[in-house]
């Protein structure tokens, strides 16, 4: 999509991924931001999150506690998810049949079949895009060229513990102590995303890029010495073989994801909004 007049731009979540998207949509973002786009409105269960980050914004953004709301809210175009997987499994097939592209930061949520069915076909149904951005990793215009001939693609996700806590899969570990790099999970991504939804959405966009979920496999290591969220991807088959790793700074806000994926995210809404060529896509 390449419009003519502003985008505008509804959120799902306020937190803090959600408010650094806001902030960086429309000419008071400054040269850096994101052009051609506005905010139209927010949502957030916590009205006071979504109240707080409105006023920063500028303008007059309408808030809402209920997703109705925000679809039916004027002139949004784009609906962008910094929420959850269970929003995505809850709301996604309705912003699309509301008639809303959707970019969604929680990819795990399409790893589950019926949920990437059913928003699939509602996009279709509807003429309108979803967008996945790549995260906190890179090469997924590679995987994507070559998904037709891998025979092997895995990652290798080390955090911190802090950055795991809460995770279902760390349940185990939560009260021992780690003192160096420790194995807490090596198996397929599609089980991977259900025990850390917080953690390793870039396993999800891995594997729909690549092999799939049955067949990306992922291993997550938890080490308190690790120079920040670190992501190693290796990728084998027909076409010869590449590897990439990636060290990334926590968010400030929210360790359990990367800076980078917040990066990505405000990239991949540039592209849908601004002209120009899209390059790598």
């Known amino acids: 999509m390449r419009a003519s007049s502003p985008v505008g731009i509804g959120l799902l979540g306020c937190g803090a991924m959600g408010a650094e998207l806001a902030l960086a949509v429309g000419p008071a973002s400054g040269p850096e931001g ?30 809402f506690a209920d997703v109705s ?19 995505i499994k809850a709301h996604g097939r309705s912003i699309l049949d509301a008639g809303k592209s959707l970019l969604l930061m929680s990819s795990g949520a399409l790893l589950d079949p019926d949920t990437y069915r059913g928003m699939d076909e509602a996009a279709r149904a509807n003429g309108v895009e ?15 060229a070559v998904r037709n001939l891998l025979d092997s693609v895995t990652i290798v996700s080390t955090k911190k513990p802090e950055a795991l806590s809460g995770a279902p899969g760390f349940a185990d570990w939560e009260d021992r102590k ?5 194995v807490i999970f090596e198996g397929k991504a599609i089980d991977a995303v259900g025990l850390f939804p917080a953690n390793v959405n870039v396993a999800a966009t891995i594997s729909l890029a690549g092999l799939g979920p049955q067949r ?13 969220n ?20 926590p968010h400030a806000t929210n360790p359990k994801t990367s800076y980078l994926a917040v990066l990505a995210a405000i990239e991949a809404l540039r592209s849908f909004c601004e002209p120009g060529p899209r390059i790598g896509t």
């Open 34 to 63: 994101i052009q051609n786009a506005r905010m139209a409105a927010l949502f957030d269960q916590d009205c006071g999150v979504a109240g707080a980050l409105a006023a920063q914004l500028q303008g007059d953004v309408p808030t």
């Open 69 to 87: 709301g925000l679809l039916s809210a004027d002139g949004v175009d784009l609906v962008v998810e910094c929420a959850s997987q269970a929003a």
């Open 130 to 144: 979803i967008l996945v951005p790549s995260g906190a990793v890179g090469g997924i215009d590679a995987l994507r």
């Open 178 to 182: 780690i003192d160096g790099p420790t």
């Open 216 to 228: 990306t496999m992922v291993k997550v290591v938890a080490d308190p010495d690790s120079p920040g």
């Open 230 to 249: 670190v992501h190693e991807v290796d990728a084998t088959g027909a076409f010869g073989e590449f590897s990439f790793r990636f060290v990334n700074r």
